[in-house]
Structure formats: C-alpha cells, structure tokens
C-alpha cells in the first residue's frame, strides 16, 4: 500500500508542475497535461481496486488496457521530437507496430486479465533504443542547443533512466525475489520509487523549462 500511495503522490507533484507551467500553453506541449491526468486517475484506479473495491484482486489488467495508450503517446513524442534530425519514420513504425503486435497476442491469449510482459520488455528496448536515437542526433546536430533549458532533453532523460533501471529490474526479478525472501529488504521496491521520482523529477524540470522559455520568448518579442 505504501508503494502506490508513494508512487501517486509523486505523479500527483508532477501533474500539478505540468498544469501550473502548461497553462495557456497553445503548442504540442499542451498535450502532457491531459496525459499526466491519465496516469495519476489510472493510478488511483488501480489503488482503489486492489485495496478497497476488490481487496487482494488483481489490477494488473488496468495497466495492461493502459499499456498501448503509454506506448502511443510516447511514439507520438518521439516523432515529435525527432522531427527536427529528418529521421525517417518507418523504424520508429515497425517498432511500435511490433509492440502493439506482441501486446494483442499477449493479451488475446490471457483474456486480458493479465499484463503483457513480454510487450512490456519489447517496448523498454525500444524506448531505450530512441532515447539513444535522440542523444546520438542531438551530438551530430550543429546548432547550438542550451541542455539545461531544453524540455525535450529532460522528458528523454527521465525516460532513458527510468526504463533503463526498470528493465534491469525485469532481467534479475527472480535473484531479487532471492533475495526479497532471505532478508526481508524490497529493493525491487526502493529501485523502483527511486525511478519513478527521477522520472517525474526530470518531467517537472521539464515542464518548469517550457513556462521560462515562454516567458522568456515573450518578453523579447
């Protein structure tokens, strides 16, 4: 229970970032708002199935209809972002047309009671994988760009080391289970707090960034 409640006041610090630095916000940006709104009520969903509407059910099929939202926005972002390089959009396509494949197959199979871990696994990689897509093209590009200022930096950022350290969960989930049981200490859980936070961390600077950059933008016009 301390996990969720954990995990949705940080996402609930977030969202309130994203409303009060996208406010009035007309571009693409605008966007992040409406999908922060759906993580932190996804979340509290499932909060509420697991320990007060149906106590010990599973909710795991809650996140697995969440699964191909998540996984669309995030294409979507890339897209977006990776725009600017002319990166041709066929990889990013077949990548993701493989996960929604992996993702439905999963999901027939197990009635859609279950989540789709193997979809799951398949989308970190490839998240992983534009994440170092967008690095490697932001070193090659020539135009000078202010990191510390730039939103998109920061959002690939918490989403580089969020699924980087996820997916290393994933790979040793069975010695940490091991080790969970010899000595009592969730380190799967404390890992996992802690890549939530830098996620949502990274997100909120993030959003803060776009509101000075708007600001800043006005004011010199």
Not at 43 to 50: P, Q, W
Request: hydrophobic share 55%; net charge positive.
């Amino acid at each position: 229970m301390f996990k969720f409640t954990l995990v949705i006041w940080i996402e609930l610090a977030s969202f309130l970032f994203c409303i009060a630095s996208l406010r009035g916000q007309r571009d693409w940006w605008r966007i992040f708002t409406w999908y922060m709104l759906f993580t932190v009520l996804l979340e509290l969903a499932g909060f509420l199935l697991y320990f007060h509407l149906f106590k010990g059910s599973s909710n795991e099929w809650l996140y697995n209809l969440r699964f191909p939202v998540e996984m669309a926005f995030f294409a979507w972002f890339f897209l977006k972002t990776m725009a600017a390089y002319r990166i041709r959009p066929q990889w990013f396509i077949t990548g993701w047309a493989l996960v929604v494949a992996a993702w439905m197959y999963e999901s027939y199979t197990d009635r859609f009671m279950g989540y789709s871990d193997s979809a799951n696994l398949l989308a970190s990689v490839l998240i992983i994988i534009s994440c170092c897509v967008f690095y490697y093209q932001l070193l090659r590009a020539k135009e000078y760009v202010d990191l510390p200022s730039w939103p998109p930096f920061w959002i690939v950022s918490g989403l580089f080391i969020f699924y980087f350290g996820s997916t290393g969960l994933n790979v040793f989930s069975d010695r940490l289970s091991a080790i969970y049981r010899t000595t009592g200490i969730p380190i799967r859980f404390i890992i996992m707090v802690v890549l939530n936070f830098i996620l949502y961390t990274c997100w909120s600077y993030a959003f803060i960034c776009i509101k000075r950059n708007r600001i800043s933008s006005s004011q010199s016009s």
